[in-house]
């Protein structure tokens, strides 16, 4: 099969690179997804970058959508010909969906309702799972004000869709006029252009000084600085999937104590398995409702999977990132 892969972490042009692979056969528990297409998501071009490679080689990315072709021992063979989208493909595994084809346990190749794309399949993995577990744990939100961090990008964009039909107002932060506008097609009631606005004192003025109820955050490492700013009124929760910097970060005890302030953080990758099973059956229910609006925003082939790569990494793309396979 045709498939990309690094031996080395590198930067993309450096250390990418096409050619043949064998085709997966399937194991007991596991089926084979003929695929065509894979999301690239930020994490990959990170793990590409730094990440210690625990193989010889990786083929990257944990996204993709496809056909079962083949079904291992245990599975049944009514599965073959199954339209499904992948979790977790290159999660704590080498062989992730930049290629023709991949092997992995059943439950990880989930069905694809018929009136969803292999490209907006490509994207539920990690952008649209990670956005279900965010407003799950963000609690009810019907009537409160919610701080989207990173808006107009592709999680965020998930987050408020789903934030605007559970009745919240959604405020989201964006770093350009494009993604603005992008945002507010998704339901954002207010943008504010976190490169050149103060945020704080923005949210502030719209929720009449009193700060949001809920932020859901896509960057732990800026919005810490935040809170002592008054951005989450006191008894608010901030639930936080991402930080740009992975290292320390300091936050201000006597505004969580004082406020009364609730922490949330979660990796998607890392989900109970209760709770992966309830994201899964809420997610496939919105398809299904098809109450989800996709953006796709590049396509590319597997040989330009560099060019992918620093696409994601230049962080002007609105809409995701997809390899046609």
Not at 68 to 85: E, F, K, L, P, T
Not at 170 to 195: C, N
Request: aromatic fraction near 4%; charged fraction near 20%.
């Amino acid at each position: 099969m045709k498939a990309a892969w690094y031996s080395r972490n590198g930067e993309a042009r450096d250390v990418l690179q096409v050619g043949e692979l064998p085709d997966p056969k399937p194991g007991p528990g596991e089926v084979r997804v003929r695929l065509a297409a894979s999301g690239v998501n930020p994490s990959d071009v990170k793990s590409r970058r730094g990440r210690p490679l625990g193989n010889e080689l990786v083929v990257p990315h944990s996204d993709g959508a496809g056909v079962v072709d083949a079904v291992g021992a245990g599975v049944s063979a009514s599965r073959i010909g199954q339209r499904v989208w992948i979790w977790n493909g290159q999660w704590q595994r080498s062989m992730g969906t930049a290629c023709e084809a991949i092997a992995l346990p059943g439950a990880q190749a989930v069905e694809l309702p018929e009136g969803t794309s292999f490209d907006a399949g490509a994207c539920l993995g990690i952008p649209a799972l990670t956005a279900v577990q965010a407003i799950h744990l963000a609690g009810p939100l019907a009537g409160r004000d919610v701080l989207v961090t990173g808006a107009g990008n592709a999680v965020g964009h998930y987050v408020t869709q789903l934030a605007t039909q559970a009745g919240a107002r959604v405020i989201g932060t964006v770093g350009s006029e494009a993604k603005a506008v992008h945002a507010r097609a998704a339901g954002v009631a207010e943008t504010i252009d976190y490169k050149h606005e103060a945020v704080a004192e923005r949210v502030k003025a719209l929720t009449q000084g009193r700060g949001v109820d809920v932020v859901i955050d896509m960057d732990f490492s800026s919005t810490a600085r935040l809170l002592s700013q008054g951005v989450l009124r006191a008894h608010g929760q901030l639930v936080c999937y991402g930080s740009n910097d992975t290292g320390d970060v300091a936050i201000h005890f006597r505004t969580l104590n004082w406020l009364s302030l609730g922490l949330k953080f979660f990796l998607v990758y890392e989900l109970s398995p209760a709770g992966r099973s309830r994201c899964v059956a809420e997610l496939q229910a919105l398809l299904n409702a098809g109450r989800l609006q996709h953006s796709i925003g590049s396509r590319f082939s597997l040989n330009q999977i560099a060019t992918a790569h620093e696409t994601v990494e230049a962080g002007r793309e609105i809409g995701n990132v997809v390899i046609s396979l």
